[in-house]
Nanobody, 123 residues
Framework: QVQLVESGGGLVQAGGSLRLSCAASGRISTYTMGWFRQAPGKGREFVAAISWSSGGRYYDDSVKGRFTISRDNAKNAVYLQMNNLKPGETAVYYC?????????????????WGQGTQVIVSS
């Protein structure tokens, strides 16, 4: 079982950057790790994921070229570097872990979730 704790959220102006961190209580070396976000009144949406087996990185089209997901298995941590943030990206950002071999963009395929960290992007 894995427990996840996100940090690094906050208030940033449009065009600014934030780096989110996700600390895991257990080993995450065999988990696909993902980041999702949920804006008020909206569903949880996929942002990025990184495979445990290939190290492949996957992004939603809306964040490609601006966000970077990375992992440090030795530290049981996952990161999301977010650059050139936009006001529409204000949301609670969640870290999640999946045991699936195939990297999924669907929240239901992730078994473990953190409590989320708030990101507010002001215009």
């Amino acid at each position: 079982q894995v427990q996840l704790v996100e940090s690094g959220g906050g208030l940033v102006q449009a065009g600014g950057s934030l780096r989110l961190s996700c600390a895991a209580s257990g080993r995450i070396s065999t988990y696909t790790m993902g980041w999702f976000r949920q804006a008020p009144g909206k569903g949880r949406e996929f942002v990025a994921a990184i495979s445990w087996s290939s190290g492949g990185r996957y992004y939603d089209d809306s964040v490609k070229g601006r966000f970077t997901i990375s992992r440090d298995n030795a530290k049981n941590a996952v990161y999301l570097q977010m650059n050139n943030l936009k006001p529409g990206e204000t949301a609670v950002y969640y870290c999640a872990a999946s045991t699936g071999v195939v990297v999924s963009h669907t929240p239901i395929n992730y078994s473990y979730w953190g409590q989320g960290t708030q990101v507010i992007v002001s215009s």
